[in-house]
């Protein structure tokens, strides 16, 4: 990515621009975790400086959950709602917390990540389930677990800085004062624009190190970052984003270019294989512009639970190409249809899963589903796996039935390993 900083900022970017004007790039506004036992909320991050007020989302949240409650006689623990003007209020419920992220637009992506946190924050925090009180700083390793979640994969060579003009006056305090000197030493000499990569080259510091002190920097709110996604991305549109990216006036202003490589997003093949096809290579112009629509929630990176839905797909194919060239395709099949019908009672979403002539399977995936639905989608390809390799053990013996599958499973996890790193975090 070697074009000029003026080409790389997005439109609303010039040598006025304030951090108000990039916050606009952000979907992500303010994220806070309440305690449903005492309608306190202990932990709270600002994305967007001086967005909404946490205390007030408490409020909003906590009525939004008592007037659902009366209404269908049970407790939602996850929805969603419309707050303001261009705010929608995520809401994730764990067994004595809710974690809820305001945004821009709904993605199954934030939503998977705020389940992540939700989990985290219960079994680290199990202890504040009935305290009225409590001390701020317990939740710093809290915090560091919460900005690798939300920043860690966001800040790649190719992210470009957003500081603008009054970085210095928006940024939150650090903890440690030494942290705090160095990350200012690093973002007084970075150009507003420039890409990681670019910016560690310059000043003579290690990729690693540079994005260690950007991630810093934009969890303190000193920048924003455009996230440029990298040729291993798998993409696709967020829940309703393609009433407005492919509206015939084009109220995104979105270039030929990159609306024809949005039509190709299909949540399933990376992003480097879809510029392949378009002959792009690395189109800067259009990876930025792809980056901007990531940025604000119109386009999202497939959660990790769609992942884990992929690499079961993977390991049944791989099952059926294995098990088949031993007892014929023709039985495996009728071993496959089998489990199909004796699981939908107990597992319908086994309904969904599909097996083409060549013996590929997929289950059909849509920008609808949600983390809950993925869940739900990969148990049934398990229900189906496990049953498979009961089935054809009674044929070639379990230890050889054993063997394919491990090998299956192995080969698939590999394949998708990269995606699958965030899981362990």
């Known amino acids: 990515m070697g074009s000029s900083d003026g080409a790389r900022r997005p439109a609303l970017a010039g040598a006025g621009a304030t951090a108000r004007d990039y916050a606009e790039f952000s979907n992500e506004k303010v994220l806070f975790i309440l305690n449903r036992h005492t309608g306190l909320a202990p932990y709270s991050h600002e994305f967007v400086p001086?967005?909404?007020?946490?205390?007030?989302?408490?409020?909003?949240?906590?009525?939004?959950?008592?007037f659902m409650g009366e209404v269908t006689g049970t407790e939602e623990t996850r929805w969603e709602t419309v707050y303001g003007k261009g705010n929608s209020f995520i809401v994730e419920g764990g067994e004595w917390s809710m974690g809820v992220m305001a945004v821009s637009r709904k993605t199954a992506e934030v939503r998977s990540r705020l389940r992540k946190v939700i989990r985290e924050f219960e079994e680290s925090y199990s202890c504040l389930q009935t305290c009225d009180s409590f001390d701020g700083s317990l939740f710093r390793e809290f915090d560091r677990f919460v900005q690798r979640v939300f920043t860690e994969d966001r800040v790649s060579g190719r992210t470009v800085v957003l500081k603008g003009v009054n970085w210095r006056q928006v940024s939150r305090p650090y903890v440690s004062p030494r942290r705090a000197y160095k990350v200012t030493k690093f973002l007084v000499r970075v150009r507003d624009g420039q890409t990681v990569a670019e910016a560690a080259e310059c000043l003579g510091y290690s990729l690693a190190e540079a994005?260690?002190?950007?991630?810093?920097?934009?969890?303190?709110?000193?920048?924003?970052?455009?996230?440029?996604?990298?040729?291993?991305?798998?993409?696709?549109?967020s829940?309703?984003?393609?009433?407005?990216?492919?509206?015939?006036?084009?109220?995104?202003?979105?270039?030929?270019?990159?609306?024809?490589l949005i039509g190709l997003l299909d949540g399933r093949v990376s992003l480097g294989k879809h510029l392949e096809?378009?002959?792009?290579?690395?189109?800067?112009?259009?990876?930025?512009?792809?980056?901007?629509?990531?940025n604000r929630g119109y386009v999202q990176r497939v959660p990790v639970e769609q992942v884990l839905v992929l690499a079961n797909e993977c390991t049944l194919t791989h099952l059926l190409e294995e098990y088949g060239s031993i007892i014929g395709y023709t039985r495996i099949r009728a071993y496959l249809d089998s489990l199909c019908s004796d699981g939908v009672p107990n597992q319908p979403w086994v309904c969904r899963v599909r097996v083409t002539d060549d013996m590929r399977v997929y289950c059909p995936l849509n920008e609808y589903l949600s983390p809950t639905e993925l869940d739900m989608a990969y148990d049934a390809l398990e229900l189906l796996i496990n049953g498979l390799v009961e089935r054809v053990s009674d044929v070639i013996g379990a230890q050889r039935a054993r063997e394919v599958h491990s090998t299956a499973r192995y080969e698939c996890n590999r394949k998708w390993a990269r995606y699958l790193e965030s899981v362990t975090i």
């Open 50 to 66: 001086h967005g909404i007020d946490p205390q007030v989302m408490s409020g909003f949240v906590q009525a939004m959950s008592s």
């Open 211 to 237: 994005k260690a002190l950007i991630s810093d920097a934009f969890w303190h709110n000193a920048v924003f970052l455009l996230y440029v996604p990298r040729d291993d991305d798998i993409l696709e549109l």
């Open 239 to 260: 829940e309703g984003a393609s009433a407005f990216i492919f509206d015939p006036d084009n109220p995104l202003g979105i270039s030929p270019v990159t609306m024809r």
């Open 277 to 294: 096809v378009l002959g792009l290579g690395q189109n800067e112009a259009v990876l930025v512009e792809l980056g901007a629509l990531i």
